[in-house]
């Protein structure tokens, strides 16, 4: 298994501004994921983090609205831009290591609000 | 599409064994995932079947019918800590490791 962190855990933030989460796999990955969860909800899949090249945004996520960056293996960041309150939520990383039949590991997510 | 169905609440009592179930549809099947989520905290990885059949870790087991489109997790000698959200996936079709979650079930249990 892998183990991952995210940071920050939790942050409250004004609408119009924009906050960046960080993910940190404790060993290489050859997928890493952002999901979001609504109150009450299940995950959704925002991306797949592509390493060195631009992410894969699913249905209803744009570029514009959660940049995402891979730089390397083991290192991912998402930013919600312009933030409004519908965008308060729980922000969830996930890596998938290869070989592994496919299974995800999740970070511990980062609760967000915005007022 | 595809499309997953679990029921969203469940009860139990202590020490009893309770059953979630899971239907899903979806083109080119690779595998079906069940994971744990304690509220408040990350989904943890509980199992993965991609045949049919009974898979047993320990207390939990799940079960796999390809050609009915259906799996379930089994929880036998429940205790207080597996009150919590238990979440069926199945890999997208054509995606590989992309997940598509169920809505969870949510499994309280009682003294």
């Known amino acids: 298994s892998a183990v991952i962190s995210q940071k920050p855990s939790r942050d409250i933030c004004q609408r119009g501004t924009s906050l960046t989460i960080q993910c940190q796999v404790d060993s290489q990955v050859t997928m890493m994921f952002w999901y979001r969860q609504q109150p009450g909800q299940s995950l959704t899949l925002i991306a797949t983090?592509?390493?060195?090249?631009?992410?894969?945004?699913e249905s209803g996520f744009v570029i514009d609205k959660f940049p995402i960056s891979r730089p390397n293996l083991t290192f991912s960041t998402l930013t919600v831009s312009n933030m409004s309150p519908e965008d308060s939520s729980i922000y969830l990383c996930?890596?998938?290591?290869?070989?592994?039949?496919?299974?995800?590991?999740f970070g511990p997510g980062t609760r967000l609000l915005v007022l | 599409g595809q499309n997953i169905d679990q029921p969203t609440e469940m009860t139990a009592t202590e020490g009893a064994i309770v059953q979630i179930n899971c239907t899903y549809q979806t083109s080119g099947f690779n595998g079906l995932f069940w994971y744990q989520q304690h509220a408040g905290e990350a989904p943890t990885f509980l199992s993965y079947?991609?045949?049919?059949g009974l898979e047993e870790k320990g207390r939990f087991s799940s079960f796999l019918s390809r050609s009915k489109g259906y799996s379930y997790l089994l929880l036998k000698e429940l205790q207080m800590k597996d009150s919590a959200s238990y979440l069926c996936a199945v890999p997208f079709s054509g995606g590989y490791n992309k997940l598509i979650f169920g809505a969870g079930t949510r499994l309280a249990v009682h003294p």
């Open positions: 996930s890596a998938g290591l290869a070989g592994d039949q496919g299974t995800q590991y």
């Open positions: 983090a592509n390493q060195g090249s631009e992410a894969t945004y």
């Open positions: 079947n991609v045949l049919d």
